[in-house]
């Protein structure tokens, strides 16, 4: 389900998008209902914590999302938003695996960020800072506009990322430690209790920020949802 919600924002990258809103409440609204059904100090962690300040980290990676260009004022983050070999009919160009020994990109970083493998704050950033700096180290002066670009998102970037590790460094541990879930497996729910869960998903809304009308937030995967009850 995560992934569902990670999966809308990476591939809704304009910040205005009144998607990116809705998947965020609904995935607020997932996590604190999973909440009710899943086991507690269970050995095996397959439902990993979110970090506690992921909402700012979203607000965060937005404030990059809406760099422009100055020419011709399309998004700055364009060329990062996927995996280099995204550009590349879906193979790395030479010598790019032997040169970056991390590839990163901006829709990886949402995706971890969601589906919660970063374990830190400076996880995250790390991340974030590998996506222009990998870009520089391997273009240089060959492809002096993607460098540039790159040169743009790292002076931009890094203003937002040093004010979230400053908030987190002022953080108590206790805080930093707080998720939605500590570790948890998921356990088997009585039918009734899942359809409830649910329907209330599906009543779920959300206020559009241009027109201010509020609307449902019900998305396909509520369906998936029930096949999945339907199979167990």
């Known amino acids: 389900m995560r992934r569902i919600f990670a999966n809308c924002l990476r591939y809704n990258t304009d910040t205005e998008s009144n998607l990116r809103p809705a998947a965020l409440q609904m995935l607020v609204v997932a996590e604190n209902l999973m909440a009710y059904f899943i086991q507690k100090h269970e050995p095996t962690t397959i439902y990993p914590p979110l970090l506690y300040n992921w909402k700012k980290c979203i607000e965060t990676l937005d404030k990059i999302l809406e760099l422009k260009n100055s020419d011709d004022k399309h998004q700055t983050a364009h060329f990062f938003l996927h995996p280099v070999s ?7 160009p030479a010598g790019y695996l032997s040169t970056i020994s991390t590839p990163m990109d901006m829709g990886t970083v949402v995706s971890k960020l969601i589906e919660g493998d970063h374990r830190s704050v400076q996880e995250f950033v790390t991340d974030c800072q590998l996506v222009w700096d990998n870009c520089v180290k391997y273009n240089g002066d060959k492809e002096p506009t993607l460098t540039e670009k790159a040169q743009r998102l790292k002076k931009a970037g890094e203003e937002v990322l ?3 590790i400053e908030k987190d460094n002022y953080e108590k541990e206790d805080v930093k430690k707080r998720g939605y879930h500590p570790g948890l497996k998921i ?3 009585p039918e009734a209790f899942l359809l409830k869960m649910l329907q209330d998903l599906r009543m779920t809304t959300y206020t559009d920020r241009r027109t201010k009308v509020r609307s449902y937030c019900s998305y396909s995967f509520i369906h998936s949802c029930l096949y999945w009850m339907s199979s167990q």
Request: glycine share 8%; aromatic share 30%.
């Open 162 to 164: 040093k004010q979230l």
């Open 86 to 92: 995204f550009f590349f009919h879906g193979k790395w």
């Open 187 to 189: 356990a088997r729910a």
